[in-house]
């Protein structure tokens, strides 16, 4: 698949929104989403249906074709029903906010119990935190530090994300894809 000319170079920036068999995103959290190579093989390889396109055609010494934005699974597969571990999603578990004074700038990660007293790094221990807190906090337990915690740490579901999804969409969402994403959102308009 190498022997195609981009049109320019943001073809990198175009993934295509995957869907399971059932027209649903395969994930959420990550949202599932493959890179224009991938998703160009699994065409040729005839493993999924093109739902809706991009306004770009890429070329080939052989053919044309319009690049696929959002494309279904011909084969339904089980998805995964826990949401990650990943830096996106303890942030949107806590709303982008840190949970000791609740500012949404500079944040990091602070384990509840500190990692020089065996804290763990997991949906268990790890908050968000602004620089700030994060510093002051430093090696203390909670109840030493003199600071109150708004939430303590959970292991969310996808739908505890979806729900906060909504207000923390991530940083780029293809127009095609919405028809597939926050449907919810649009029936409450
Ligand atoms: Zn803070």
Same mark, same amino acid.
Request: aromatic letters at 14%; glycine letters at 4%; charged letters at 25%.
């Given at each position: ?8 170079? $943001?073809?990198?920036?175009? &993934?295509? @929104?995957? @869907?399971? =068999?059932? /027209?649903? &995103? ?6 599932? #989403? ?7 093989? %699994? ?10 396109? /991009? ?23 089980? &998805?995964?029903?826990?949401? %990650? ?6 942030? #949107?578990?806590?709303?982008? $906010?840190?949970?000791?004074?609740? %500012? !949404? *700038? *500079? #944040? ?5 119990? &500190?990692? $020089?007293? !065996?804290? *763990?790094?997991?949906? +268990? ?5 602004? $620089? ?6 430093? !090696?203390? #337990? @909670? ?16 739908? +505890? @994300? ?26 409450? =308009?």
């Amino acid at each position: 698949m190498n022997n195609f000319i981009e049109q320019n170079t $943001s073809l990198e920036k175009c &993934p295509a @929104l995957v @869907l399971n =068999a059932d /027209y649903r &995103p395969l994930s959420y959290y990550p949202l599932s #989403l493959w890179s224009w190579q991938d998703t160009v093989k %699994s065409v040729f390889l005839d493993r999924v249906i093109i739902v809706s396109n /991009y306004d770009r055609i890429i070329r080939s010494p052989s053919f044309n074709m319009q690049l696929p934005s959002v494309i279904a699974l011909k084969d339904y597969i089980v &998805p995964q029903t826990r949401p %990650s571990f990943t830096r996106f999603n303890v942030f #949107l578990r806590d709303k982008f $906010s840190c949970q000791y004074c609740r %500012s !949404g *700038e *500079e #944040l990091t990660f602070d384990h509840l119990l &500190p990692r $020089s007293k !065996g804290g *763990e790094t997991n949906w +268990d221990n790890v908050v968000t935190a602004c $620089s700030a807190c994060n510093v002051k906090k430093g !090696g203390k #337990l @909670l109840k030493n530090s003199d600071m109150k915690l708004n939430q303590y740490p959970y292991r969310p579901s996808t739908e +505890d @994300l979806h729900k906060n999804g909504k207000n923390f969409p991530p940083n780029y969402l293809h127009k095609s894809w919405m028809d597939y994403l926050y449907w919810d959102v649009e029936l409450e =308009a």
